[in-house]
T-cell receptor
Framework: AQSVTQLGSHVSVSEGALVLLRCNYS??????LFWYVQYPNQGLQLLLK??????LVKGINGFEAEFKKSETSFHLTKPSAHMSDAAEYFC?????????????FGQGTILTVHP | DAGVTQSPTHLIKTRGQQVTLRCSPK?????VSWYQQALGQGPQFIFQ???????QRGNFPDRFSGHQFPNYSSELNVNALLLGDSALYLC???????????FGPGTRLTVL
């Protein structure tokens, strides 16, 4: 079975500051990992994904994440926050084999960016 | 190219009623997955449809059922609605069962 834990339900940063959103996963098989963003009253948009290639993954809007197997982590970072980054972020895991497309999501982290 | 579309956008029902939600996948996609997102929670997997059959199911009761049509669109049906069924229901489509999932805007269901 797979599970995801997002540390911190709310993160607040100043515009221009580093964004760090934490995600730890549990998986019995090598995982595929994803970060999604959700703006108010909208669906989920994929930011980036790890599928066993490079451990440092670059996504859209300047976000990136690093897969660390030893720490079972996949933290999301952005060097400089922008007001438009304010949203809720979800980390998700998918296992191969018979799990196919089932995504298991974390509880989400709401990012607030203040001027 | 239209993305994933869902209808209706909002729905209000009373306990005990039945509801049907609809999803049209992104052009070229053949697989549809449904998720329930309760307020303040992450989405939870309900089931996935491929080749008009339910292929995988999450931990949801039989009150939740679905269908996939030959044109790959899908419906989610919920019977005997409970207050706890109030949530945002998200549809995601993908090119085959392992493809990247593209999400629709969701249907907000309120059960009174």
């Amino acid at each position: 079975a797979q599970s995801v834990t997002q540390l911190g339900s709310h993160v607040s940063v100043s515009e221009g500051a580093l964004v760090l959103l934490r995600c730890n996963y549990s998986s019995s098989v090598p995982p595929y990992l994803f970060w999604y963003v959700q703006y108010p009253n909208q669906g989920l948009q994929l930011l980036l994904k790890y599928t066993s290639a490079a451990t440092l993954v670059k996504g859209i809007n300047g976000f990136e994440a690093e897969f660390k197997k030893s720490e079972t982590s996949f933290h999301l970072t952005k060097p400089s926050a922008h007001m438009s980054d304010a949203a809720e972020y979800f980390c998700a895991v998918r296992a191969g084999g018979t799990s196919y497309g089932k995504l298991t999501f974390g509880q989400g982290t709401i990012l607030t960016v203040h001027p | 190219d239209a993305g994933v579309t869902q209808s209706p956008t909002h729905l209000i029902k009373t306990r005990g009623q039945q509801v049907t939600l609809r999803c049209s996948p992104k052009s070229g996609h053949d697989t549809v997955s449904w998720y329930q997102q309760a307020l303040g929670q992450g989405p939870q997997f309900i089931f996935q449809y491929y080749e008009e059959e339910e292929r995988q199911r999450g931990n949801f009761p039989d009150r939740f059922s679905g269908h996939q049509f030959p044109n790959y669109s899908s419906e989610l049906n919920v019977n005997a609605l409970l207050l706890g069924d109030s949530a945002l229901y998200l549809c995601a489509s993908s090119l085959n069962r392992l493809g990247e999932q593209f999400f629709g805007p969701g249907t907000r269901l309120t059960v009174l």
